[in-house]
């Protein structure tokens, strides 16, 4: 009689088990890019410099304007992470010329454009329509943002809802050329759906160089709709966070078992 429950037991998690291996494959098949879960302790000090960050692999650019699909003037090393508790952006932000550097408010949601900003877009619930946005400047300012039916024009800002604050934290230092960043944001201030231990969301990334009067983002996001292409979150990649690791998932199963 035991050995027929436990076979049953095993029966049931072997299911289970092709079950979520087969849902995680699905959806790695897709076109997604993998955000890792941080396997190190990040200092949040401002500087994108622990072990942790030079782990992971870099968000790749590509200038918007002027000269849309050219490969941008200065370097950006973007990094995006999480662990139990926030979604992580870091960010190593070159200049050849540290000078040229340009901040020009620290007021709560005051980005203008003759600042030097960088930002983050979350489709959270990846509905292709609606976004959470965060965005900085060499100051340290905080802007946070929702925007909602895919940035439509004529709408225009009335798709923008800039009253819109949650809890979050930004950094920044500069050390010789380079403008280093850090957000971190509260997963509990993100609104998304876990299915099958994973998230899926659109995501993309600013950044604005004012001296040059040059956008780079990430993707690389058609000009068709002019500038707010890059608020569009239909435009936005698709990313994977995996919040539930195999491991924890089977361990779930069998103590339901």
């Known amino acids: 009689m035991k050995k027929s429950v436990l076979n049953r037991h095993i029966l049931v998690i072997l299911v289970l088990i092709s079950a979520v291996t087969a849902s995680v494959s699905g959806q790695d098949s897709e076109d997604y890019l993998e955000i890792r879960k941080v396997t190190g302790k990040i200092n949040f000090d401002g500087f994108c410099d622990e072990p ?8 790749p650019m590509t200038m918007f304007k002027p000269n849309h699909g ?6 950006s090393d973007i990094f995006v992470t999480f662990d139990d508790e926030f979604l992580y952006i870091g960010a190593r932000l070159s200049y050849q010329n540290g000078s ?30 609606n976004a959470l946005c965060f965005e900085t400047n060499p100051s ?5 943002f929702t925007i909602g039916n895919d940035a439509q024009v004529p709408l225009g800002m009335m798709s923008w809802n800039r009253s819109w604050d949650t809890f979050w934290e930004v950094k920044p230092n500069i050390i010789d050329n380079v403008l ?14 876990v299915t099958d231990g994973n998230v899926i969301m659109g995501m993309s990334i600013w950044r604005q160089i004012s001296s040059k009067q040059e956008w780079n983002n990430f993707p690389n996001i058609s000009n068709e ?8 979150p239909s435009q936005a990649h698709k990313i994977i966070l995996k919040v539930m690791t195999f491991i924890k998932y089977l361990t779930a199963i069998i103590i339901l078992i």
């Open 52 to 59: 942790p960050w030079d782990d992971l692999a870099t968000i």
């Open 100 to 129: 040229t550097i340009r901040a020009t408010t620290k007021k709560r949601d005051g980005a203008e454009g003759g600042s030097d900003n960088f930002g983050i877009l979350l489709d959270t619930f990846n509905d292709n329509e």
């Open 180 to 193: 280093h960043v850090e957000f971190r944001i509260p997963l509990t201030s993100l609104r998304f759906q």
């Open 140 to 144: 340290g300012l905080r802007s946070d």
């Open 70 to 75: 050219s490969q941008p003037t200065e370097r």
């Open 225 to 232: 709709f002019g500038n707010f292409g890059v608020w569009k």
